[in-house]
Nanobody
Framework: QVQLVESGGGLVQPGGSLRLSCAASGTIFSINVMGWYRQAPGKERELVAAITSGGTTNYVDFVKGRFTISRDNAKNTVYLQMNSLKPEDTAVYYC?????????WGQGTQVTVSS
């Protein structure tokens, strides 16, 4: 069983950057695709970016060119580098496999973009 713990969120001004981390208690090496998701107030949780075990990445259009997903299988950690943040990026960010597993959801990490 894998447990995922997200960290790195916070309050940042528009245009700023944050780096989120997702630490797995078990090995993520066997999980082919890991993803970062987010849920804004009043909205459904949505996929933001995904990465295969081989390093192939995919992004939703609204974060392309601004966010970068990466993973370190040796450290059982997935990262999300977020640059040029916008107020509409405000949300709780979660990591999970893709497609997600309901048993893998952690507490998430709050990202607030505001001046």
């Amino acid at each position: 069983q894998v447990q995922l713990v997200e960290s790195g969120g916070g309050l940042v001004q528009p245009g700023g950057s944050l780096r989120l981390s997702c630490a797995a208690s078990g090995t993520i090496f066997s999980i082919n695709v890991m993803g970062w998701y987010r849920q804004a107030p009043g909205k459904e949780r949505e996929l933001v970016a995904a990465i295969t075990s081989g390093g192939t990445t995919n992004y939703v259009d609204f974060v392309k060119g601004r966010f970068t997903i990466s993973r370190d299988n040796a450290k059982n950690t997935v990262y999300l580098q977020m640059n040029s943040l916008k107020p509409e990026d405000t949300a709780v960010y979660y990591c999970n496999r893709y497609p997600y597993s309901t048993s893998y959801w952690g507490q998430g990490t709050q990202v607030t973009v505001s001046s």
